[in-house]
Nanobody, 124 residues
Framework: QVQLVQSGGGSVQAGDSLRISCVASGGTFSRYAMGWFRQLPGKEREFVAAIDWSGSWTDYADSVKGRFSISRDNAKNTVYLQMNILKPEDTAVHYC?????????????????WGQGTQVTVSS
């Protein structure tokens, strides 16, 4: 069973940068597609970014393109979400997700494993 443990997050000012991490255990990390999702207050969870097993294929939500970057280190079983030029509307609980697959997907239901969630708060 794969377990995902997130770290990072916190409170920042608009325009700041932040990186959140997600460490996987209990599986072969290099087999997994990884995704980041977020849940804004009062809204459903939404797709942020995804990365394939090799790190060579990524996808982003339009709202974060050019500001956020997803990456992974298979030697450390870790996926990262680098968030730059943060805006108040980025305030949300962010979740990492994993699925044993060589493709990627923006669909929440496609993923099998989820991290515990990390709060990111951006003030103006």
């Amino acid at each position: 069973q794969v377990q995902l443990v997130q770290s990072g997050g916190g409170s920042v000012q608009a325009g700041d940068s932040l990186r959140i991490s997600c460490v996987a255990s209990g599986g072969t990390f290099s087999r997994y597609a990884m995704g980041w999702f977020r849940q804004l207050p009062g809204k459903e969870r939404e797709f942020v970014a995804a990365i394939d097993w090799s790190g060579s294929w990524t996808d982003y939500a339009d709202s974060v393109k050019g500001r956020f970057s997803i990456s992974r280190d298979n030697a450390k079983n870790t996926v990262y979400l680098q968030m730059n030029i943060l805006k108040p509307e980025d305030t949300a609980v962010h979740y990492c997700a994993a699925k044993d697959s060589y493709i990627i997907s923006p669909a929440e239901r496609w993923y099998d494993y989820w991290g515990q969630g990390t709060q990111v708060t951006v003030s103006s």
